[in-house]
T-cell receptor
Framework: GAVVSQHPSRVICKSGTSVKIECRSL??????MFWYRQFPKQSLMLMAT?????????EQGVEKDKFLINHASLTLSTLTVTSAHPEDSSFYIC????????????FGPGTRLLVL | GQQVMQIPQYQHVQEGEDFTTYCNSS?????IQWYKQRPGGHPVFLIQ?????EVKKQKRLTFQFGEAKKNSSLHITATQTTDVGTYFC??????????????FGKGTKLSVIP
């Protein structure tokens, strides 16, 4: 089956620093990748849709200058949390859609970010 | 690492028939969450099960957590066309220092034939 990886799985950083999270589709090509954030109420919140070769589409309320997304290839999307603050501490999950099968999403294992 | 297996991958049912998807792990599951994703949409949180043997109901949906906490199931009674979508289970487990990780199954895609 299709595999999506995320790196790092866990990161602790100081307030004010930037953190980059990678999302890779390991055995398929993904024209579209999604970035989610999970809040304490346990629901996934879609942050942005990342399309290969074009600018990401951000959901309402998500600061695009704060959460930089780059989808440079069909197998890699990155989310950079710039000038991170403690309130950015959260669980970030990516998912990817195959080029050939647009109805199925494959989820990565997630990245836990803790900003001190 | 943690692996969550979900079966079946696909299920086609006639409207009115029942449907069940199963989530299994070789290791003990911590907390099981279930999500529904409509075609073209994004996963929507349905429920979380925490206790061994727990059973919860939401209208026609029944969620169960196995006694050994190694499996979980979602059962839909008398399916309707609005039930179409992909159902994901996910294990929410602690990963140290107060953090947690979410491991998703690959999902079961449900089609309902009117």
């Amino acid at each position: 089956g299709a595999v999506v990886s995320q790196h790092p799985s866990r990161v602790i950083c100081k307030s004010g620093t930037s953190v980059k999270i990678e999302c890779r589709s390991l055995d398929f090509q993904a024209t579209t990748m999604f970035w989610y954030r999970q809040f304490p109420k346990q629901s996934l919140m879609l942050m942005a849709t990342s399309n290969e070769g074009s600018k990401a589409t951000y959901e309402q309320g998500v600061e695009k200058d704060k959460f930089l997304i780059n989808h440079a290839s069909l197998t890699l999307s990155t989310l950079t949390v710039t000038s991170a603050h403690p309130e950015d501490s959260s669980f970030y999950i990516c998912s990817a859609r195959e080029v050939r099968n647009q109805e199925t999403q494959y989820f990565g294992p997630g990245t836990r970010l803790l900003v001190l | 690492g943690q692996q969550v297996m979900q079966i079946p991958q696909y299920q086609h049912v006639q409207e009115g028939e029942d449907f069940t998807t199963y989530c299994n792990s070789s290791t003990t599951l911590s907390n099981i969450q279930w999500y529904k994703q409509r075609p073209g949409g994004h996963p929507v949180f349905l429920i979380q099960l925490v206790k061994s043997g727990e059973v919860k109901k939401q209208k026609r949906l029944t969620f169960q957590f196995g006694e050994a906490k190694k499996n979980s199931s979602l059962h839909i009674t008398a399916t309707q066309t609005t039930d179409v979508g992909t159902y994901f289970c996910a294990d929410r487990a602690a990963s140290g220092a107060g953090s947690y990780q979410l491991t998703f199954g690959k999902g079961t895609k449900l089609s309902v034939i009117p």
